[in-house]
């Protein structure tokens, strides 16, 4: 348990999906990303969990995720204007080009959103692992962190919730056909985005490890083998 307390201590950094995390004296970036098998947190048994991380200098500080100090009501008020000029400018497209009726162009649509949130999600991760490159270009070892998950586990996050309300807002987005279901196409590319970033991004691996749903198993390098 001792080994596992230490391996907790992580915090979250502005790099998309990475942490640094203290273990045995050493620091390591951790690519939550590389959680296997992802469907874990979808509620699948599984007996093992890896996740992959980098070890980095002891004295390297990577900045933390920025506070924002915005509230929750300014925060709504500005963009209050952006979400009424959003949703008066798709009502009237549907309403114009008839797209309310046409069911098959409505699912189109809404796949295209969810490929465009998928596309924006890629970017984001391929960007964020660049940017470890160009910060620790002399960075070699690799290691391999294993878990393995306690039979029953405490219900903290649950991913498939996420694609519940994602399957709700395309229904509604189905079922209205007055032009007012364009706002729907902006939440469900939302949603997608939301869904990709904590299910197959930044998983909360450790957080499940901090919560006592899986307990550490071993660190081990991962070997490369250098062809001839």
Same mark, same amino acid.
């Given at each position: ?5 230490r ?11 990475? $942490?640094?995390?203290e ?9 939550? *990303?590389?959680m296997?098998?992802k469907?874990y947190y979808? @509620?699948?048994p599984? !007996?093992?969990?890896?996740v992959e991380?980098? @070890? ?10 920025p ?10 008020i500005?963009? +209050?204007?952006? /979400? @009424?000029a /959003?949703?008066?400018l798709l009502?009237?497209r ?6 309310? $009726? $046409?069911?098959f162009?409505k699912i ?8 465009? *949130?998928?596309?924006?999600f890629? %970017?984001?991760?391929?960007?964020? =692992?660049?940017?470890?490159k160009?910060? %620790?270009p002399?960075? =070699?070892? =690799?290691? =391999?962190?294993? %878990?393995?998950p306690?039979? !029953?586990?405490? +219900?903290?996050?649950d991913?498939? #919730?996420?694609?519940v /309300? #994602? ?5 509604m987005y189905?079922f209205i056909?007055? @032009?007012t ?7 469900g590319?939302? #949603? ?6 904590? !299910? %197959? ?10 919560t006592?749903n899986?307990?550490?198993d071993?660190? !081990?390098?991962?070997?490369?083998e250098?062809s001839?």
């Amino acid at each position: 348990m001792e080994e596992v307390n230490r391996m907790l201590e992580y915090k979250e950094t502005s790099i998309f999906c990475h $942490q640094l995390v203290e273990y045995s004296g050493k620091k390591f970036l951790l690519d939550a *990303s590389t959680m296997k098998p992802k469907l874990y947190y979808w @509620g699948l048994p599984t !007996e093992v969990i890896t996740v992959e991380m980098m @070890g980095v200098d002891k004295k390297v500080e990577i900045p933390g995720t920025p506070i924002n100090k915005i509230n929750g009501g300014t925060a709504a008020i500005i963009v +209050q204007p952006f /979400v @009424g000029a /959003v949703y008066s400018l798709l009502k009237n497209r549907f309403s114009e080009y008839a797209i309310s $009726q $046409q069911i098959f162009l409505k699912i189109v649509l809404f796949v295209v959103a969810m490929l465009i *949130s998928f596309a924006l999600f890629r %970017f984001s991760l391929e960007k964020a =692992r660049k940017k470890v490159k160009n910060l %620790f270009p002399t960075a =070699r070892k =690799r290691y =391999r962190v294993t %878990f393995k998950p306690i039979p !029953e586990r405490k +219900q903290i996050f649950d991913a498939h #919730l996420l694609n519940v /309300v #994602l399957l709700a807002c395309l229904a509604m987005y189905l079922f209205i056909n007055n @032009g007012t279901e364009g706002i729907l196409l902006v939440m469900g590319g939302i #949603l997608t985005a939301f869904l990709l970033t904590f !299910e %197959f991004g930044k998983v909360p691996v450790l957080l499940g490890a901090k919560t006592g749903n899986l307990r550490l198993d071993s660190v !081990e390098e991962i070997v490369i083998e250098k062809s001839n």
